[in-house]
C-alpha cells in the first residue's frame, strides 16, 4: 500500500468530495495550514493525519491528549444524503463510545474520538476521526493461505503462528478463539448495553489491533522501508489476482458508499479494495519488520499465539447499523453473512448478527465461505442460499416448526410452494451436516469437529428468537482456554430474553 504525502488530486476534481490537503487551517493564520500528512492513494478518502492538524475542531478530548497521535479521518462527501447518513452514524459511534466503557466489549469496538463540520470549496463536510487500527482477519486469513504456500518466504508472525498449532485451511484455532471471543464481548456491549445492531459481521469488519500506531507510522515512512517496498513490488510478476484479498467479495447496498480494502490502516468503514500491486504495502512488511513492537517474531512458546501484539481484534464499521426500535433498512448484510430471517423479508432483530457471527468463525477456522450461493440455470441465489441452509443444518422443508417460521416471511412464497412443504426451483436437497464438513472436506478430527459444531449451531438456528445471545456464549467452554480477554457474568446459553429487540423491531427503546 503506497502512502505519500501529496493529496489525491483526481478526487479534490470530483464533485462532493474534499481536497484532503486543505482540510485543516490555522484559525490564527491568514493562510492555510497544511501539517504534512499521510494519503492513502486510493479512490476514496479515508487518510492518517496528526492530531494536531484539527485542533481548532476537538470537541471531547483535550488537545494536549492527541497532539502526537495518528488518527485515520473520515472525510463523507457533501451531498446531503451522504450528510444525513453520517449524522446517523455519529449518533451511533457516539452512542456506542460514551456507554460502559468498563464493560469488556467496550476496548473490541473501533473508537470514535471525535467529529466535526468542515466547509470546503464542494460543500460541507462531515469529518469523524477515528483510532488507527491494521490489518482486517480477511487479510489476515488470506497471507496464512499464502505462506502455507510458500513458507520460504520471510512471513514474519504469521509464519511463527502456523508453526505452532495446526489449521485447517484458515488462522490456527487459538488466534480464532481469541478473535471470535473478542467480537462476542464487541457484540453483547453493543447489543446489551447499547441497543445497536451491527448488520454487517463479515471479515473484513474486523480489525486487528496495531499496538504501537507511532511505531508503526514511522515504519510506513521509513526510506528504507519504501525502497524495500518498492523493490518488492517492481519486481513482483503477480497480478492482483495473487495478492491478499483478491477473493471476490459480494456486497450490499449500503445507506452510502461501502468500500473495503485489505490496507494495513483502517478507520470505521475499510477502503477499497482490491488494490493494485503497485499501490498495495505486503503485510509481511508490518509483521516481519523490526519496526514492531514485539520485534523478529521467535515461534518458542505457544504463547506467541496468544499475544496482544498479534491477535487483538477490534470490530468496525458501525455505518450500517441501526438501533433495536429503529431500522433503517431491511436490506442488510453482506451475501454470504446474511440470515435466513432476511431472505425471507422476516422479523428481526439483534440476533440476526449471531448468524454473521458464526458463518465468520467458520470462515476464520477454514478459509471458506460457510454459505456461497450461487445462481443456476433455474434458480436465483436466494433459492440456492435456503437450500444450502437447509442442507447444512439437516432441516427437511416439511418440518412442522420450520413451516412455522416460514409463514412469518413476506418472500417465503417466492421459494416455497404454498405448502411450505418444498422449495419451488430446487427438488431435491443434499445434506451435509456441519460436523460431517469438517471431518471430510477439512479433515478435522472427530472430537474438535464436534466440539466446534456444538459451538457454531447454535448460533445458526434459524428461528432468530432461539439463537444464542453473544454476551452469554462468550463463556462457552470452546473459548475457556482465551487468555488476556476479560469475561463477563452471563450464563452460557442465554437466547436474548432480557436483550430488547432480539429477534424483531422492538417499540421506543431508551438507553
Known sequence: ????????????????????????????????????????????????????????HLHRQ???????????????????HYTEAAKDEVNILTRARDKDTSHPGYKHLVEMYDWFYHEGPNGRHVCMVFEVLGQTT?????????????????????????????SYGGLPLTIVKKISKQLLLALDYIHRVCGLIHTDIKPENILIEIKDVEKFVDCLNSSDLRKRHNSSMSSSSSGASDRVGSRSRSTR???YSRTLSDTPIKCS????SPLSASTRLDFRDYFSSSYTLSGPATPNSSSLANSRSFSNGSLADLGNACMVDRHFTNDIQ??????????????????TDMWSVACVMFELI????????????????????????????????????????????????????SDLKTMRRIDKLKYWGLKDVLVQKYKMEQDLAKEVSEFLLPMLSYNPKERVDAGGWSNHHFLQDVKGTLSIDRECGTKGEDIPGWYKLCKRHSR
Open 269 to 272: 468503514k475499510p477502503l477499497p
Open 334 to 351: 453482506t451475501r454470504q453473512y446474511r440470515s435466513p430471517e432476511i431472505l425471507i423479508e422476516s422479523r428481526w432483530g439483534a440476533s
Open 366 to 417: 477454514t478459509g471458506d465461505y460457510l454459505f456461497d450461493a450461487k445462481s443456476g440455470k433455474n434458480h436465483g441465489k436466494d433459492d440456492d442460499h435456503i437450500a444450502q441452509i437447509l442442507e447444512l443444518l439437516q432441516i427437511d422443508p416439511s418440518d412442522r416448526s420450520l413451516r412455522e417460521w416460514l409463514s412469518t416471511g413476506r418472500a417465503t412464497l417466492e421459494f416455497f410452494h
Open 138 to 166: 480477511l487479510g489476515l486469513i488470506d497471507e496464512c493461505k499464502k505462506c502455507h504456500k510458500k513458507d520460504s518466504l520471510q512471513c514474519g508472525e504469521v509464519v511463527s503462528l502456523l508453526n505452532l498449532e495446526k
Open 1 to 56: 500500500m503506497a502512502l505519500d504525502h501529496r493529496p489525491h488530486v483526481s478526487l479534490a476534481r470530483q464533485p462532493a468530495y474534499h481536497p484532503a490537503s486543505f482540510l485543516y487551517s490555522s484559525q490564527a493564520a491568514t493562510t492555510p495550514r497544511t501539517t504534512p500528512s499521510l494519503y492513502i492513494n486510493t479512490e476514496h478518502h479515508p487518510s492518517v493525519h496528526r492530531a494536531d492538524s484539527y485542533q481548532q
Open 62 to 80: 483535550p488537545f494536549d491528549d492527541l497532539m502526537k497521535r495518528h488518527v485515520a479521518i473520515k472525510i463523507v462527501k457533501s451531498k446531503a
Open 253 to 255: 447496498t449500503p445507506r
